[in-house]
């Protein structure tokens, strides 16, 4: 099946520095890839939608100038956490779409713990 | 009330004993997915289906479409099986909704 990578896998960084996420998908080409969060027992929740080389769909709630989604090319979407404080530690977990038949499968990566210390 | 309701939330079972999580939802769909989250966090696809059955090695996954309802059956479970089960259910407007997740814990 289709692979979809996250790097790192786990980060840990001071407060008020960035920290860039990437996901790849390394066998197909993502027309869409979804950023999604989660919280200490709680579901994953949507952070953003991003389509190749258009601006992403941020989810009510969610800073967009906090959270910066870049999708560059059709295989790598990131999220950079700009500014990191301790709340933002959290598991980010990023799902690439590949049009199939007219529906959009997803593909999800294997995640990325943030730790803001 | 969530789209997606998981049961059981948490669930302890004895090495070789077999076990089902159950999801439900509420939504139109297109496809679900099992994830398999690990104590460490690290997320693991363990199917994507939208009909029918599937299986990988002892793991089973059906779908019933007419009443939105889906099973995670794991035969033989394994101390290794201990994890949170997720489940997730895509719409046709690329729209995500997870269930909260049943965690599960096989004693040897």
């Known amino acids: 099946g289709a692979v979809v990578s996250q790097h790192p896998s786990r980060v840990i960084c001071k407060s008020g520095t960035s920290v860039k996420i990437e996901c790849r998908s390394l066998d197909f080409q993502a027309t869409t890839m979804f950023w999604y969060r989660q919280f200490p027992k709680k579901s994953l929740m949507l952070m953003a939608t991003s389509n190749e080389g258009s601006k992403a769909t941020y989810e009510q709630g969610v800073e967009k100038d906090k959270f910066l989604i870049n999708h560059a090319s059709l295989t790598l979407s990131t999220l950079t956490v700009t500014s990191a404080h301790p709340e933002d530690s959290s598991f980010y977990i990023c799902s690439a779409g590949a049009p199939t038949s007219g529906s959009l499968k997803q593909f999800f990566g294997p995640g990325t713990r943030l730790t803001v210390l | 009330k969530n789209e997606v309701e998981q049961s059981p939330q948490n669930l302890t079972a004895q090495e070789g004993e077999f076990i089902t999580i159950n999801c439900s939802y509420s939504v139109g769909i297109s496809a679900l997915h099992w994830l398999q989250q690990h104590p460490g966090g690290g997320i693991v696809s363990l199917f994507m289906l939208s009909s029918g059955k599937k299986k990988h090695g002892r793991l089973i996954a059906t779908i019933n479409i007419q009443e939105k309802h889906s099973s995670l059956h794991i035969t033989a479970s394994h101390p290794r099986d201990s994890a949170v089960y997720i489940c997730?259910?895509?719409?046709?407007?690329?729209?995500?909704?997870f269930g909260t997740g049943t965690s599960l814990t096989v004693i040897p």
């Open positions: 997730a259910v895509g719409n046709t407007g690329n729209q995500f909704y």
